[in-house]
């Protein structure tokens, strides 16, 4: 046994061998409720050989041999009472040995299991790494990578992580808390890897933009501003260039894995009572794509790899946070294993899973502390709201009259008792999967603002899309998402518009950035938005005119927040909303900065919000 006496910050301090191509994890810590870990090591007939350690603290409880010999499986217990070190794995063949690699047991940053995830105090900025900033361009080309920088809207751009890095002042001034990063692991495909969804290494930043260490470092500069990190996660699926793909270990590590058969994406087959079991195979174990073949978490093996990848991710760079891309494509019992590890080692985390479905019933299915009909039993806290964000959208494009408009977000909200936490929801107007929300709105600068009131002040956590605050549209091919993910203008060399320093920017765009500012810098600061109960009152509708408001209430405090869909300016009737104005007379409209007299009705212009204070 070697004692670890000094924490190694490097990725790769490991000893290397030739015999041993790949070991993963490639560490652990001490400390940790997975005690048990599981190591996968890979190299030439490997298998063929007898692995034995000698270390105290430690002890190797479990070999699996799989079909393919060039992998085997290590299984090692440590002890509450191991110390951090180097143990020493030795290959025998006989009494000889062939081959030792060194394997660490680091030891934790203090603390570290209490890690705070995101909540509702934090508004979230979503960022495709390949299309923010590039600030680093000797990493643009690397000579092992399969593709190369195109200026199509399906090529890479060249934006990396230490462009992140390189704005975070700009983030945080925004008022933004948290930054949720598209995949940034290792996606070496020929074409269409900009975007981060078919990893190649689920241990490796992709070099593209940056290393383990510059993802660590993003993470460490964005703590000392006050930004969490959440990481893009897909325990679905890989990308059909992963080693292990490429080389399985077994002959069911995948699904369909020598047939490849499509996903029918019926994810409703997992809650329908009438379901057929061909219908449920054929959603979960299909491909998402051709090029993204489908894990089969059913393998223990699998399922133990995965489990522990997230861990170690959480672990190593001080994540605040997991999104969790096409949750409902993985084994449906394998995510209640997942994320139960994940919070069992990290008690105030919080995960967000894709569930893109317009139905709350179908959501709510997938949230910690909903009673199922079926008996299922989730751990993942959080969901994104897309019912809502269908919902709303949708009203506000919509036409006046019954059933129309604001009605409709008013009762997808009625259903939140379907939710076992509503609260903890994540919302949002677009994210990198859909249309601009500018675009989504015609690019109607009222309605857009409107929207942007709503997700700043609704119950939830907000999330944003880059560019968003100044007006980044789709306009051109609304459904084209190498489109919606374009450069943000000034993160490139010879951007001739800078919005990080507002140079070309026109009027709107200014305004509309000084728009986010004001909200979100107000919002950061104000329980009554993070906690506060949710009152809402059915929307009005008169001819052309459509009056929707609710109010947050926390501590005595209450924000009331009103909007007119009509053209027309319009008197808000005080007296239908006098249960929680009660005695209150004035209060304080932060979007114009004046105070407001409530003892008669509130005059709102046509297409307009307003967000009142009524202070105790």
Not at 18 to 39: F, H, L, T, Y
Not at 225 to 235: A, S, T, Y
Not at 538 to 549: K, L
Request: hydrophobic residues 35%; charged residues 25%.
């Amino acid at each position: 046994m070697k004692l670890f006496k000094f924490f190694i910050p490097l990725f790769f301090a490991i000893k290397s061998y030739a015999q041993v191509d790949r070991i993963e994890p490639p560490n652990w810590w001490i400390g940790m409720q997975m005690s048990k870990v599981q190591i996968m090591m890979y190299g030439d007939k490997l298998a063929a050989l007898d692995p034995k350690i000698d270390s105290e603290g430690v002890k190797l409880i479990a070999v699996d041999r799989v079909e393919n010999e060039n992998y085997i499986f290590l299984t090692l217990e440590i002890s509450k009472n191991a110390m951090p070190q180097n143990i020493d794995i030795y290959f025998y063949q006989g009494k000889k040995v062939k081959i030792t690699h060194e394997y660490q047991l680091l030891p934790r940053k203090e603390n570290a299991s209490n890690i705070e995830g995101f909540t509702p105090k934090d508004v979230m900025y979503l960022i495709t790494p390949d299309r923010f900033a590039n600030g680093d361009t000797k990493n643009d080309e690397i000579s092992s990578m399969k593709e190369k920088l195109g200026d199509g809207d399906y090529d890479r751009h060249g934006g990396d992580l230490q462009g992140i890095i390189n704005h975070l002042d700009y983030i945080h001034d925004l008022g933004f808390t948290a930054i949720w990063l598209n995949p940034a692991l290792e996606n070496n495909m020929e074409k269409a890897s900009y975007h981060g969804y078919s990893t190649t290494d689920y241990y490796k930043i992709d070099p593209r933009f940056g290393s383990n260490e510059k993802f660590r470092e993003l993470a460490l500069k964005a703590k000392e501003k006050g930004i969490k990190i959440i990481m893009d996660v897909i325990p679905n699926h890989c990308g059909s260039e992963h080693w292990f793909f490429l080389d399985p270990p077994m002959n069911n590590w995948f699904n369909n894995q020598d047939n490849y058969t499509n996903t029918t994406h019926v994810r409703q087959s997992i809650q329908d009572i009438h379901a057929s079991e061909f219908d449920k195979r054929g959603h979960a174990d299909g491909w998402f794509v051709e090029t993204m073949p489908d894990l089969n978490q059913k393998n223990p093996l699998v399922s133990k790899y995965l489990i522990q990848n997230a861990i170690w991710w959480i672990e190593y760079a001080g994540l605040s946070g997991l999104r969790v891309d096409t949750y409902p494509y993985a084994d449906r019992d394998f995510m209640g294993d997942w994320t139960r590890d994940l919070m069992v080692e990290y008690p105030k985390f919080n995960i967000v899973g894709e569930e893109w479905s317009p139905n709350p019933a179908i959501t709510s299915y997938w949230q910690m502390g909903k009673q199922n009909h079926d008996g299922y039993i989730s751990y993942l806290p959080s969901l994104m709201d897309f019912p809502l964000q269908i919902a709303f959208v949708e009203a506000l494009n919509d036409d006046f009259g019954w059933g129309k408009g604001f009605i409709k977000a008013y009762q997808m909200l009625a259903n939140d008792f379907l939710y076992a936490d509503p609260y903890n929801l994540v919302i949002f107007p677009d994210n990198h999967d859909m249309t601009r929300f500018y675009t989504q709105v015609n690019n109607d600068l009222d309605l857009f603002n409107m929207g942007i009131v709503y997700f700043a002040t609704m119950r939830g956590i907000p999330q944003f899309f880059y560019g968003t605050e100044i007006l980044m549209n789709s306009n051109k091919s609304p459904g084209n998402h190498g489109l919606i993910r374009s450069n943000f203008p000034g993160g490139f060399p010879g951007d001739r518009i800078n919005a990080f320093n507002r140079k070309g920017l026109n009027m709107d765009q200014i305004k509309t950035l000084d728009f986010f500012k004001k909200i979100l810098n107000w919002r950061k600061s104000n329980e009554v938005i993070h906690h506060g109960k949710l009152i809402q009152f059915a929307p009005m509708t008169r001819g052309w005119d459509e009056v929707y408001s609710y109010f947050r209430i926390h501590n005595k405090k209450k924000v009331w927040v009103l909007f007119n869909r009509g053209n027309h300016s319009i008197e808000v009737d005080m007296e239908r909303y006098s249960e929680l104005i009660e005695n209150h007379t004035r209060g304080y409209e932060i979007l114009s900065d004046r105070n407001i007299e409530l003892k008669k009705g509130i005059l709102m212009e046509g297409k307009s919000s307003m967000i009142i204070e009524l202070n105790p």
